[in-house]
């Protein structure tokens, strides 16, 4: 597995930016897409974005498409979410998530078997 460790969420007003990054350790970062995940309280964990390894292809769940954007620093083992025009239905936990088999960019979670520890978005009405 690949270690993760997020950062960059905080408190932000309506129609707000902000933007998320991932650090990323141990197997080869440059080989594997990394998806966004987020769990609001009470809710399932849902996808939110995902970038290939190189860095040219992502896709986006319906409902930030147009708000959010992925991307990768693979010299940095770095991955992004800028997220803009932030709503108060974005707050949740978001997480990073590095998948089992590298080349491929998933969109369930279940193909995904390394994960980070969360960061937390409270978007402000």
């Known amino acids: 597995q690949v270690q993760l460790v997020e950062s960059g ?3 932000v007003q309506a129609g ?3 933007r998320l ?6 197997r080869t970062f440059s080989n594997y897409a990394m998806g966004w995940f987020r769990q609001a309280p009470g809710k399932e964990r849902e996808f939110v974005a995902v970038i290939s390894w190189s860095g040219n292809r992502q ?6 498409k147009g708000r959010f954007t992925i991307s990768r620093d693979n010299a940095k083992n770095t991955v992004y ?3 803009n025009s ?3 239905e974005d707050t ?5 998530a590095a998948p089992s088999r590298p080349f491929t960019t998933a969109q369930a979670m279940g193909a995904y078997d390394s994960w980070g520890q969360g960061t937390q978005v409270t978007v402000s009405s």
């Open 9 to 11: 969420g905080g408190l």
């Open 16 to 18: 707000g930016s902000l």
């Open 21 to 26: 990054s991932c650090a990323a350790s141990g």
């Open 59 to 64: 896709n986006y769940a319906d409902s930030v």
């Open 81 to 83: 979410l800028q997220m």
């Open 86 to 88: 932030l709503k108060p």
């Open 92 to 96: 949740a936990v978001y997480y990073c």
